[in-house]
């Protein structure tokens, strides 16, 4: 049974759900105010009511749902971080689902990264939770707007193509005006959008969430559709959690040190120590602009830092060197926090008591399916010591969503040869920037990242001759973009090796310009192709109506193993390749 309430009062919402049979679904969705999304949000400036009747709807509302259920709960980034710290111990976090409103909050920004970012968080009750039906819910493949063709470019893995269409991942981007459909001119099965690229399909109500937003969630919990409740929160019940309101930028002052002893300094040690010291050194601040790429605490390999630490052992150290990073900047200053949601969530807590939240940026780096939906995003938290007055230089603007990325399209469209060309200015949603996914372009670090990831970070909200501080070196990316881009830098790094890497591109950078990296030897080839073995694999699974198993696989085909293992890591994962046969058939 789907029931939708509309929340005007909090003791009429309680007095009604008191005897209320628990849901499997909730669905809070909390009223948006401009005002949340374009105002710098800081804790010491929060509306206390609202603060107040945020905790206690989200109270209310995990209270409404059934063991193993979902709580859903939609707003504005500030108002999600908030809901969050109300989330009992007995519920979980499980995906923070990205909206891309596109112009719906603002457009044509000059002095700040635009804002169109909505999200929705995901709660379980207690530690197990249904699957989603991702099976059924497909985002529809879209024409590209130059050549027309399938903006998903699957290369040579067309193969593997779901004709339903494209998986669902934590960020939802592909809200526009639907104008016709066409055939997909490479497979005549798929249909394509054709979509007007500058009108977005999305209308943000005062109450409630966008249609084509609710009928995805509902799309995805249909197993338990028969038992949803939507509640649909006043905007007079529930006021703008910010209480300043926007000023004109005053530049705050700044006291100036010398920072000659540390510009240009790769620091060998523990990062907590070292700021410390430099925090003693510098107590109004003295880098431009800091950013943070901890480790995630996911068990990856670092050679020193042990990454499997429990959880609030995890949080108390991370608010350590969060609390000093801001210390360490400059009143005119932007710090920026790279991780997953799940410790972004944590970060935001609180980063919220002693910086100002402008932006949680989207980095949606692409992922491969690890979950009940794509875990396809990392939060970029963008904060700034100051309400305003901070360096913010406007990026050139950038292709649309509904542009392929096939070179032959790409160069097609820069030597003008289509007739449309839709660029966009950067918001915080960063699709167009991807992870380095060949070894050639890596170092020997688990967690690198691509260059143009910190480009665009530097430019933006830093001058040249600025100080660019990083208290995770790692691979040196910062640092190394730093010189590039005629900025100077501080970083730190606890693993002696790591260090070394560092400071070997850098002497590199300083005598030739730019770093050569070694070319790394492949595989030696497979007497198959991958493509082969998974139309193999999708042939055997339609025959039989399931998936085999690897050995039923190879006796079937009189394969040779050796071989499949000198194309995948692991075996199993040409199996894979069966369930969309069996899917397509």
Known sequence: MLKTSNVKHLEKLENDYK????????????????????????????????????????????????????????????????????????????????????????????DHLKHSHLGILMISKGDKYSSLDTKNTRLPYVACSSCGRNVK???GKKHLMNMKGAGVSDVWRDFYKIKTKKKDPDNSNIDLNIVDPLKSSIEIKGVGLP????????SLVES??????????DKNLLLPISNKKVSANKNPVVKIFDSKEITDKVILGDCIAEMEKLSKKYPEGIFDLVFA????????????????????????????????????????????????????????????????LQNW??????????????????SLLYYTKNHNGFTFNQSKKIDHLSYCVRNSCVESRNHGLFENSYKVEVSDFWSDLHRIKHKKDRDDHPCQLPDKLMDRIIKTFSNKGDLVFDPFAGAGTTAIRAIINNRKYTTIE????????????????????????ISVSKKTKSIYSKKYLETKAQELSVSLGK???LDEFVRTFSLDMREIVNLYDNPERVLKAGRIGLINS
């Open 19 to 110: 005897n209320h049979k628990l849901s499997d679904v909730v669905i809070l969705s909390l009223p948006i105010h401009k005002n949340d999304i374009l105002n710098p949000f800081i804790e010491k400036e929060i509306n206390p009511v609202s603060a107040k009747t945020l905790a206690r709807l989200v109270s209310n509302s995990d209270n409404l749902v059934a063991e193993s259920g979902y709580l859903f709960i939609y707003g504005t980034p500030a108002q999600l971080i908030e809901a969050y710290k109300s989330i009992p111990k007995t519920s979980k976090f499980r995906y923070w689902i990205s909206i891309d409103v596109i112009d719906e909050i603002e457009n044509n920004t000059t």
């Open 153 to 155: 470019d699957w290369g």
């Open 211 to 218: 249609e084509n937003v609710k009928a995805r969630l509902l």
């Open 224 to 233: 338990k559709k028969k038992n949803v409740l939507i509640l649909n929160v």
């Open 293 to 356: 790429d901890p480790p995630y605490n996911l068990k990856k390999d670092y050679k020193v830092y042990d990454d499997t630490l429990a959880e609030q052992e995890y949080i108390d150290w991370c608010n350590k060197w969060l609390e000093l990073c801001v210390r360490l900047t400059k009143p005119t200053g932007s710090i920026f926090v790279l991780n997953i949601p799940k410790w972004a969530l944590e970060h935001a807590k609180h980063l919220n008591k002693i910086a100002y």
């Open 361 to 378: 940026i989207v980095w949606d780096a692409l992922s491969t399916p690890k979950g009940k939906i794509m875990p396809a995003h990392y």
């Open 494 to 517: 606890i693993d002696p090796s790591y260090k070394e890497i560092t400071q070997r591109k850098l002497n590199e950078i300083k005598k030739n310009g730019d770093v050569k990296r």
């Open 547 to 549: 998936k085999p198993t």
